[in-house]
């Protein structure tokens, strides 16, 4: 089992920064991958960015370049850097662990975090 909780989420005007941070239950180092996904209101859950275990990452292109994903082993915890903040990232911000402890992988979630970029 792997527990997740973020924090970080908020109220943010246009071309404002945020972080993002999600604690997790296991080491980070023994985990396949995590990352950060999004849902706005009446739109599917989209993946933000991601990062493997080998430290690979992956973006959403709308985010590359404003976002950064990244995370401290020691602390057990992934950020989410976002910069130049636009009225479209306003979603719930879901962080995302997978995990294969012996043969099979497991998905867990965190309970989201709200960001809202309004003026």
């Known amino acids: 089992q792997v527990q997740l909780v973020e924090s970080g989420g908020g109220l943010v005007q246009p071309g404002g920064s945020l972080t993002l941070s999600c604690a997790t239950s296991r080491s980070i180092s023994r985990l396949d991958s995590m990352g950060w996904y999004r849902q706005a209101p009446g739109k599917e859950r989209e993946l933000v960015a991601t990062i493997s275990a080998g430290g690979s990452l992956t973006y959403l292109d709308s985010v590359k370049g404003r976002f950064t994903i990244s995370r401290d082993n020691a602390k057990n915890t992934l950020y989410l850097q976002m910069s130049s903040l636009k009225p479209e990232d306003t979603a719930v911000y879901y962080c995302?662990?997978?995990?294969?402890?012996?043969?099979?992988?497991?998905?867990?979630w965190g309970q989201g975090t709200q960001v809202t970029v309004s003026s």
């Open positions: 995302n662990a997978r995990w294969t402890p012996f043969v099979s992988t497991y998905t867990y």
